[in-house]
Nanobody, 118 residues
Framework: QVQVVESGGGSVQAGGSLKLSCVAS????????MGWYRQAPGEERELVSR??????TTYTDSVKGRFTISQANANTLYLQMNSLKTEDTAVYYC?????????????WGQGTQVTVSS
């Protein structure tokens, strides 16, 4: 079993910045990919940004140019969030997809709350 733990959430005013961290109990050497998702109240969970096994990054349109996903070391993933908007308010989840028997198994963290006020 893999544990995934997010941190770095909090409350910030619009225009501010936060940096989320995701630490996994296993290194990322055998992953299919890693990513950040978010879920606002009453909404479905959505992909915010993903880093593929080759390092390719993707972003949802609403955060392009403001958020940056990066890998800090063998088991730590970051999400730098700049120019935050009120609509970025959500619980942010880290997901790490590990290779297992030819498939990819996703492990989720418990989430960290990000609240952006106007």
């Amino acid at each position: 079993q893999v544990q995934v733990v997010e941190s770095g959430g909090g409350s910030v005013q619009a225009g501010g910045s936060l940096k989320l961290s995701c630490v996994a109990s296993r290194n990322f050497f055998s992953t299919c990919g890693m990513g950040w998702y978010r879920q606002a109240p009453g909404e479905e969970r959505e992909l915010v940004s993903r880093m593929g096994s080759g390092g390719t990054t993707t972003y949802t349109d609403s955060v392009k140019g403001r958020f940056t996903i990066s890998q800090a070391n063998a088991n730590t993933l970051y999400l730098q969030m700049n120019s935050l908007k009120t609509e970025d308010t959500a619980v942010y989840y880290c997901a790490v997809e590990y290779r297992s028997g030819g498939a990819c198994v996703t492990y989720w963290g418990q989430g960290t709350q990000v609240t952006v006020s106007s």
